[in-house]
Antibody, heavy 116, light 112 residues
Framework: EAQLLESGGGLVQPGGSLRLSCAAS????????MNWVRQAPGKGLEWVSGIDGSATTTYHADSVKGRLTISRDNSKNTLYLQMNTLRLEDTAVYYC?????????WGQGTKVTVSS | DVVMTQSPLSLPVTLGQPASISCRSS???????????LNWFLQRPGQSPRRLIY???NRDSGVPDRFSGSGSGIDFTLKISRVEAEDVGVYYCMQATHWPRTFGQGTRVEIK
């Protein structure tokens, strides 16, 4: 069974940094594109970043370009989100999601709180 | 960016009765490969979202057949033939034809 397990969330001050990880298991990780999707408290879903299976191409929402960077290590079956220059509005639960188009497998999410 | 507009945003339903959610995109979701990448998700309270429908009308494994998706171009619909208690939650449509991927605002389904 395909599973995704996020980690790395926590409390950080505005302007700070954090790196999220997503450990994948139960499927051939390197052939799947992956995404990060976030959900602010009480709000809807917002796509953040995507990456193809070979890490050749990445995509980011305009709201995070230049601050959040998606990457992956296929030898470790792990997806990452490097978060720099964090803002209050980045506070959210961050989900790791499989598939560039499918979005068929979701992790349980990791909570990021940006607050002074 | 493609804007996804859902309606209604709140949907009180009676158990056993049908329900329908509309999703409209600001531009065609037909991909150059001929597919239409329109997904539907359900997020139950306190849970991660779960995909129900992919490419407009294909039900995921384990999704009851009371759920159906239809539509084309820019207009799409999710229907529940007979609502059950476990169907409560927020439903989202999402397009995966264009970058950036975009979600609808969500439709909250509750039991009357």
């Amino acid at each position: 069974e395909a599973q995704l397990l996020e980690s790395g969330g926590g409390l950080v001050q505005p302007g700070g940094s954090l790196r999220l990880s997503c450990a994948a298991s139960g499927f051939p990780f390197s052939i799947y594109g992956m995404n990060w999707v976030r959900q602010a408290p009480g709000k809807g879903l917002e796509w953040v970043s995507g990456i193809d299976g070979s890490a050749t191409t990445t995509y980011h929402a305009d709201s995070v370009k230049g601050r959040l960077t998606i990457s992956r290590d296929n030898s470790k079956n792990t997806l990452y989100l490097q978060m720099n220059t964090l803002r209050l509005e980045d506070t959210a639960v961050y989900y790791c999601v499989r598939g560039v188009g499918g979005f068929d497998v979701w992790g349980q999410g990791t909570k990021v709180t940006v607050s002074s | 960016d493609v804007v996804m507009t859902q309606s209604p945003l709140s949907l009180p339903v009676t158990l056993g009765q049908p329900a329908s959610i509309s999703c409209r995109s600001s531009q065609s979701l037909v991909h150059s490969d001929g597919n239409t990448y329109l997904n539907w998700f359900l997020q139950r309270p306190g849970q991660s979202p779960r995909r129900l429908i992919y490419k407009v009308s294909n039900r995921d494994s384990g999704v009851p057949d009371r759920f159906s998706g239809s539509g084309s171009g820019i207009d799409f619909t999710l229907k529940i033939s007979r609502v059950e208690a476990e169907d409560v939650g927020v439903y989202y449509c999402m397009q995966a034809t264009h970058w950036p991927r975009t979600f609808g605002q969500g439709t909250r389904v509750e039991i009357k």
